[in-house]
Each structure stands twice: as C-alpha cells, then as structure tokens.
C-alpha cells in the first residue's frame, strides 16, 4: 500500500535548470496539492488539482507549472530553476469528502546552486 | 495578514504538563478543520479531524469555535514522543475553491 510517492526524494539543480517532481497516488483520491516548506514558514500552497485535467494556483504558484493528466499523478514543474526555489517540496493527496484526511509524501529536497 | 495564524512557540514545558495551542482562520469558506503533526524533516500526518461539538482522543483534546474562527488543541500529560511541530490545517469547500491551508506550525518541546 503506496499512498503517495514522490520522486526523487533529493536533487540538486543549476541555476536556470529545469526538472520535473512527480506525485503519484493509489488510492482514488480527487484532490491533489503541491506545497513547499520553508524554515520557519509553514506550508505554502503552490498549485493544486481538484481533478483530471484540471488544476488551479495556490498561495506560490510564481515559477512552477503543473499538469494532471492522469487522476493518479500530479506533476510540478521548474521551467528555469532559482536559489530562491531551494525548499522541500510535499505533495499531497485528499478524497472529494469534507473532513477526509490528506495524506503526503515523503517530501522533495531541492537546493538550488 | 496570513490566512491561517499560529503561535510559533516553541513551547518548552516538562513531562507530564498540559499544554494548549490556538489557531485563528480568517476565511469564512473553511469548512473542515484539522490538527497535524510533523516531526523534523519528515511529513506531516493527520492528528486528529476537529469538530463543532468538540472531539477527544486520548491525551488530546480538539475545539472548534465557528463564530469567533478559533481553533484550539490541549495535550494532557505530555510525554517526550510528543515533541513535534503541530499544525493548524484549513479545508475550504467548493466556495473556497477547494483550498487546503497551513499555519506556519507551533513547536513543542517537552523535557523531562
């Protein structure tokens, strides 16, 4: 039983680099949310998905993009990457129902150089 | 002014202490409410949900004030395993556009 995977789990980008992370659940849920975490700062919503083919901009969405193109996976991209991009990136799934838990991955360590 | 508001602490109290955090949420399309708990560097996994008429598991006790958009979670007889950072968590419903927001995090740390 996955829950939420995310992949990778640490990398390290050059500035003005692209990458990917991709979040993946099993367990049906309609909702999807991309958040980075900085020290002292919480949780920060960056894009999210309230289903497939559709998604919409969180508190943070300046730099990322996303797609979901399969109810199952949400990805979060860095079209040109920044320092000010390093952070810990969570995504996160949730059921379609008020009062249902979220459930997260194991995070992303992205630093920037 | 940030959507959801907590005390950042960190709270340093002894085993066995009782120990109260609050929560403030300012927009009035929150539906469900909830406390989570993250231990350094890892994810954050679902305390308890919290509801109007109040709710209680064990050592913890959750409260929910809609009129004043107040959030509050007690821990009685706190134990060294409770040292985390608890975070107030916000669900708006459809009018809200369906949002899940985070207060920054109250940090505990309890000694013996």
């Known amino acids: 039983n996955a829950g939420v995977t995310q992949t990778p789990k640490f990398r390290v980008l050059k500035t003005g680099q692209s990458m990917t992370l991709l979040c993946a659940q099993d367990m049906n849920h309609e909702y999807m949310y991309w958040y980075r975490q900085d020290p002292g700062m919480g949780l920060r919503l960056i894009h999210y998905s309230v289903g497939e083919g559709t998604t919409a901009k969180g508190e943070v969405p300046d730099g990322y993009n996303v797609s979901r193109l399969k109810k199952q996976n949400f990805l979060l991209g860095l079209e040109s990457a920044a320092p000010s991009q390093t952070s810990v990136y969570f995504c996160?799934?949730?059921?379609?129902?008020?009062?249902?838990?979220?459930?997260f991955g194991q995070g992303t360590r992205l630093t920037v150089v | 002014r940030k959507e959801v508001e907590q005390d950042p602490g960190p709270f340093n109290v002894p085993e066995g202490a009782t120990v109260a955090f609050n929560c403030t949420y300012s927009?009035?399309?929150?539906?469900?409410f909830f406390w989570y708990r993250q231990d350094c560097r890892k994810e954050p996994k679902l305390l308890m949900s919290?509801?109007?008429s109040g709710n209680e598991d064990g050592r913890f006790t959750a409260q929910l004030n809609r009129a004043s958009q107040y959030i509050s979670l007690l821990i009685r007889d706190s134990k060294l395993s409770d040292s985390a950072t608890y975070l107030c968590v916000v669900h708006r419903g459809p009018g809200g556009y369906n949002k899940l927001i985070f207060g920054a995090g109250t940090r505990l740390a309890v000694h013996p």
């Open positions: 996160a799934s949730k059921k379609r129902v008020e009062n249902t838990e979220a459930f």
């Open positions: 927009n009035s399309a929150s539906q469900s």
């Open positions: 919290v509801y109007s």
